[in-house]
Structures are given as structure tokens and as C-alpha cells.
């Protein structure tokens, strides 16, 4: 039992990557914040900044398009049998892009954290190209680990759902919009409250390309989307409500 | 720049609470796993587990009672205009606890989590009665602290807005219940995942009362009773859409 625990505690205190000690941290040079972390097996991507935020952008992208295309065909309606509006079409592009990015990029990392400092495969060096603007995902933190499957395995496939609910006007659009977008928005939150009680540690504070653009802009967005898209469902499950309970009491009365 | 960095992870080491070495861990004593925790400044507690749970549970029950005997009364009226049933005034009551104990009882640990260990106010007293069952609350682990701080400031207040909704039967009623059911499963989630991958060091595992009735059982329903009013929810608000979307095609048509 006391084993077990000591060994529990290590696993914990390790995925913390602190070095035990300046001797353990001197072991395999990195990129990454804190410059003291220790990181055993790391390996240097062979593929360039370029070729990975390429990748991302353009697949994200193509998401984007098919995603805008297929809302302005004749047979996508609204809920009121007209066709979307640029706003509606926008909001379901991004869900269609929250679906490939919590569904493959975060899904790989919530099934290879582990070898992901040592392995080359195109994905991993994704995630070890952001880690320069976010450690925690190159030495699994516990908690980054958890957030990550949640949002992979929950999160990805619910946003393809509600993609199709609003292509197919499903009466559940709304409420799959309300539950993905807070989903992200908790886990966002929580992403960056951790972070900040850590110091900012695990990242060069300051830095314009890894700290402000990876971890704060590229994270701020689940921020600042979900919110809108909150309040956008809010209102319309409200009316929709409203709109019933009236006719309900008709009924009764 | 260095020097603050050290200092961070330093911080956020020590929030994981994992001992320096054996001479550190050996400082205080105290009743929390894993065994070699540091708690520097820890007092014990001067009240009994019993004073500690019927506290807790007294005002539960009174919190549930009062709102049990508000939803029976003549004006509490459901979206039909009819009296609330069984099922709907138990869940307005659950509500209503989750109020009190997300409010009050986390909301103290999320202004006091530093001084706990060495605290003596009567909460301060709970949180180190419920650290035997899981103590990163003792040590104000990192992920922990976060996440009770959401849900003493967002579900807390939510919950009792919750309340009110069904009361005033306001037609935002089922998306707060949906809000709040998926922000308390969420949380939940994180916190047995992250204990999960953590290997349950942080509670003497399989203790009876610690660690199946203080950590699994108490958390446990945060889990069950969020998922089956999410499903209620969103029953409610597919059908009120369904409604809506029929209504809106015959007026456009």
C-alpha cells in the first residue's frame, strides 16, 4: 500500500515536470518552459512551424468551406423554413472546425500524451510544436490530460451533432449548441485558471508567437465564441419556451 | 525573468503538495494521504466528525424542507399551469441544496483554501474533516481550487437562480437546469479522472467512510443526478422547440 502510494504520488508529481533536482533537469535539452523541466526521451520535430500551422489552418479551413457551402444549399433551412442567415452559417462552420480540432488533433493527443515527446509522427509534432507555448502538453499534466480526453471524446463528436441538428433543423440545435459551447467554455476556463495559479510557468510569458498567439489567442477563442454562442441558444430555447408555455395554458384554461 | 519562473513552478509544486524530500514530509503530522504529505502549519480539528455532519446535512435538510414546502404552495405553478409534481419539487429542492453547499460550503474553500490546514473556523473545520476522504483540499491542489472556485461562484449562484426560475416558472427555467447539470458533471468528471490517473493517492483507498463515502459517494451524485436532469431538460426544450418550429412554418407558409 505504501508503495502503491509513493508511487502514485511520483506519477502525479512527475507529470508536474518539475526536475527533482538540477541533476534529473540536465538531462535532455528542450525547448520548453520551465527552462528546468525534464522531459526524458524528448525528441526535436524534424517538420517546420510552417508545415504544421499550415496543416491546421488549411484542414481547418476546408471544414470551414465544405461546412459554408453546405449551409447555403436550396434544401438547408431554419427554423422558420427560410434560408440560413451569414451568422447561422458562420456559427455552424465553426462547429464543423470544433469537430476536427477536439475530434483528431485533441483526440490524438488524448490517446498518445505519453509518447508524444519522443514520437515523430505528423500529429505529435503538432503538439510538440504548441507546447513551446503551453508545457503541460508535453509532459501530460494530469489535468490537461483530463480536460483534453473530455473535450476529444465529448466535445468533438457533440459538435458534429450539432452541425447536422442545424442542417436538418433538428428541434435539439439549441440545445446541443447551449451544452458543446459551455462544455468548452468551462474547460477554457479552467485551462486558463490553472495556468495562471501556476505562474504562467510552463510557457516564455510575453513571447508573441508561443505565448501570446499559441496559448493566449488560440485558446481565447473558446472563450470569446462560446460565450456569444451561449447566449445565442439562451435566447432562442427562451422564446421557444415561452412561445409553449402561452399555448399550454390555452390548453388548459 | 528566471528567478520568477523558479518561483512559479516552485508554487505550483508545492500546491501539489508532494514532500521535498523525507525530512521536509516529516514536519507536521496530520491524518492525510499519501502519507508523506507536507502540510506545513496543520492544527487539528477541535470538532467531532459529528458535529461536522450534522451541520452539513441539518442545513441541507433544512434548505431541502423549506423549498419542499414552497413548490406544494397554492401559486407554485408548472409550464401547464398546473401544480408541481412529485419529481419537479424534488429536483427545484436539489437545486436549492446545491445552492447552500456550491455557495456556501465550497464558496469557503474558495476564498480560505490557504489557510485551511492551520484554520479553526467551523468550515475550515469541514474542509479538513473532507480532506481524509481526498486531500488535495487540505493541500489547495492547483486543478481543485480552480474548479471549486467556478462552481462556488457560477454554479453556486446559478443553482438558486434555478430555483427561482421554476417558481417564477420563467421560460429560462430548463436552461439553467441544463447549465448548472452540465457545469456539476463536468467538474465532477474532472475530479475523479484527475484522482483516477492520480492513483487515489490522495485518500486511504477503500477506507469506508474517507474514501467511499467522503470521496466517491458524496461526489458520486454530482455525477448521477446532473445526467438524468440534463436528459429531463433537454426533453423539455426539444419539445417546446418542436412546438415553436411548427408554429413558425404555419405562420411563414
Redesign the interface.
Known sequence: ??L??????D???N??G?AKSPVRAAGVPHPY????LSIPGYVANDRSMHEILSFLFSVSGLFMLSTWVLTGRKWARD????EFGVARRLAICWFAVCGFIHGVVEGWFSLYYDVIPSDQSFLSQLWKEYSRGDSRYVIAD??T???E??TAWFWGPLSLWTVFAFLA?K?????LQ??VS??QL??A??YF??EH?????HSQ?GHPLYFWFYFVFMNVLWIIIPLVL?LD??R??????????L???E???
Chains 1, 2 share one sequence.
Not at 518552459?33 to 528546468?36: H, I, L
Open positions: 500500500m505504501e502503491s502510494i509513493t508511487a502514485g504520488c506519477t502525479a508529481w507529470r508536474n518539475m518552459w520551465p527552462r528546468d427554423g422558420r423554413g427560410q494530469n489535468f490530460v483530463c480536460m480526453t473530455v433543423n428541434p435539439c440545435r439549441f440545445v447551449l451544452m459551455l462544455g468551462y474547460g476556463v479552467l485558471y490553472t495559479r501556476d505562474g504562467y510557468s510569458m451561449i441558444a439562451w432562442h430555447l427562451q422564446q421557444a419556451q415561452t412561445h409553449t408555455d399555448a399550454q395554458k390548453k388548459t384554461n
